[in-house]
């Protein structure tokens, strides 16, 4: 099965920057999209950014400028370098990855990142 290793949170103070990584391994189905998402205490999971094979990507227009993601097919590897972090960014963030020809997705465990003074 699917397996999604998240690392790169923690505590950061405002303006500064943290870079989220994700690596999927042991899967059974070809790899589409890959993304991120975050999800605030209290609120709904909320897409960030995703990125195709092809490298085209997406972003939530509060993070557009700000946030950037980036893939390794060959080690099946997404990234989210995030930049200008704002209070408001804290969450804990989730990788996702979809199947290439099929509806599978899978999730990573979860990272937290806080942005704070």
């Known amino acids: 099965q699917l397996q999604l290793v998240e690392s790169g949170g923690g505590l950061v103070q405002p303006g500064g920057s943290l870079r989220l990584s994700c690596a999927a391994s042991?899967?059974?189905?070809?790899?589409?999209?890959m993304g991120w998402y975050r999800q605030a205490p209290g609120k709904q999971r909320e897409f960030v950014a995703t990125?195709?094979?092809?490298?085209?990507?997406n972003y939530a227009d509060s993070v557009k400028g700000r946030f950037t993601i980036s893939r390794d097919n060959a080690n099946n590897t997404v990234w989210l370098q995030m930049n200008s972090l704002k209070p408001e960014d804290t969450a804990v963030y989730y990788c996702?990855?979809?199947?290439?020809?099929?509806?599978?997705?899978?999730w990573g465990q979860g990272t937290q990142v806080t942005v704070s003074s």
């Open positions: 990125i195709s094979r092809g490298g085209n990507t």
């Open positions: 996702n990855v979809r199947a290439l020809f099929s509806s599978r997705n899978a």
């Open positions: 042991g899967s059974v189905f070809s790899i589409g999209d």
